[in-house]
């Protein structure tokens, strides 16, 4: 099987991730991406130390993360009536030996598509052509994968193994499971944008808003304007509705007006924050269903592996949804270092990863993090004067940990751990490593 490349399913962050990995240890692969021109899209997201510290792995360090995003400083949950429920350090400032970045998602992308470019060559990454399903050769010749292009023109490929990084609506899982339940929405909406203004607080927090069920969280994916003090301020306005009747919007994403969701902030005008303010001055909003599905048993058939949102697309509450992808790409490789590209590796990823991060997609239904904001309304209704009355620091500090704990990024056991690759190992055959 190691005269064929790996086909990688998708070009966004966890496929492209996966390809530089493949690359870095002497695997060759190919990249189908569905969309005909991969372009910067998307929204504010988090990437934790965890991941930062496998991007810096992957050759992009300080110099190149900071052109795209900024490092975090704090963290930090809010009751409605402006005092702290809870606030820690993030980053480096946290003892951890990596930065955490607020980024936009499509500057990240894009910067993980330029590597591959340059690295891979332009040859091993095809757009416009989707990944419809795949066969498993079961007398070791690897797999095959079913292609169809933006005209319906349809044909296929042979390759070692198959990494199905196809997001939230993979065929690829599709085929594995075709009983899965469909996709979950708990009854939360979002709406998301970018408004150009004056951080606050540390100038790079992280913070959350409100309740549990009515909430706003905003935080810079820039540097400020050193002239202006302006940056970019990624939002997110969320409420909770009844979810009986099922997403009935048929979108999963889609362009709204400002009037179509602002009567739900419209008095949530403090002196520290004008959220209806910064709100209406972003140039354009979307609107999204916040969305999961229910785990998998497993994330392998064969020579098949799902990989980022196809094996474990989870709520945005812990911040780590782009940052598992990094991770799974990692994982995957050191597998595949250890094992050869076998099955067998994709067994590994699969014995380490899928039972946890499954725990992690549940974990983060219950409202992750933000759970906080659970107790707080349990205990006050979310009023209050002194946290430590209601929810004391130690609990906090507990929770909190555990959060982290689950979710792959306590300082500690991070800063702790051996590299996930060490720096120059090759695959050469299965079982055969240099380094």
């Known amino acids: 099987m190691s005269d064929l490349p790996v086909l990688i399913v998708g070009g966004g962050i966890g496929g492209l991730s996966c390809a530089l990995t493949l690359h870095q240890i002497g695997v060759p692969c190919v990249v189908f991406e569905s969309v005909a021109e991969i372009k910067p899209l998307g929204v504010g997201i988090n990437i934790q130390p965890n991941a930062v510290r496998e991007l810096y792995e992957l050759g992009f360090g300080v110099d190149a993360l900071d052109e795209i995003g900024l490092q975090t400083r704090e963290w930090a949950l809010v009751g409605l009536n402006g005092n702290d429920v809870y606030s820690e350090p993030r980053g480096l400032a946290a003892g951890y030996y990596w930065p955490q970045y607020s980024v936009h998602r499509g500057k990240l992308q894009m910067m993980l598509y330029k590597a591959a470019l340059e690295r891979l060559g332009k040859d091993c990454i095809h757009t416009g052509m989707k990944v419809t399903g795949y066969r498993n050769d079961y007398e070791g010749k690897g797999i095959t994968a079913q292609l169809e292009d933006r005209n319906g023109n349809k044909s296929s490929v042979q390759g070692s193994l198959l ?21 979950q929405w708990g009854g939360a909406i979002m709406w998301r944008g970018v408004t150009r203004a004056k951080p606050i607080r540390t100038g790079a927090s992280f913070v959350g808003f409100g309740t ?28 909770t509705v009844d979810n009986s009747a ?8 889609k362009k709204v007006e400002h009037e179509d969701f602002l009567h739900h902030f419209e008095a949530w005008n403090y002196d520290w924050i004008n959220i209806p303010e910064m709100l209406k001055a972003a140039d354009e909003v979307f609107e999204y269903p916040m969305i999961d599905r229910d785990p998998a048993p497993t994330w392998v058939d064969g020579c098949a592996v799902l990989l980022g949102d196809a094996a474990h697309v989870m709520y945005p509450t812990g911040s780590n949804g782009a940052s598992q992808a990094i ?25 380490q990863l899928c039972a946890e991060i499954s725990q992690l997609v549940l974990r983060n239904r219950g409202a992750g993090p933000f759970g906080l904001l659970n107790l707080l309304d349990e205990r006050c209704g979310g009023v209050f ?14 929770f909190m940990q555990g959060y982290k704990n689950a979710a792959g990024f306590a300082a500690d056991k991070l800063n702790a751990a051996p590299d996930t690759i060490p720096a120059g190992a090759k695959v050469t055959s299965p079982k055969s490593v240099t380094q």
């Open 163 to 183: 990494i199905a990084a196809d997001g939230l609506h993979s065929a690829v899982r599709q085929q594995m499971h075709p009983g899965q339940p469909p996709i």
């Open 212 to 239: 549990h069920r009515h909430r706003v969280v905003f935080y810079p994916i820039s540097a400020a304007d050193p002239v202006t003090g302006l940056a970019d301020i990624n939002w997110i306005a969320e409420i």
């Open 246 to 253: 099922g997403w009935t919007q048929g979108d999963w994403n």
């Open 327 to 351: 991770v799974d790409a990692r994982v995957l490789g050191a597998a595949i270092l250890e094992y050869g590209i076998t099955p067998a590796a994709l067994q590994a990823y699969d014995a």
């Open 385 to 398: 004067e002194n946290i430590d009355d209601v929810i004391p620091r130690s609990e906090r500090d507990e």
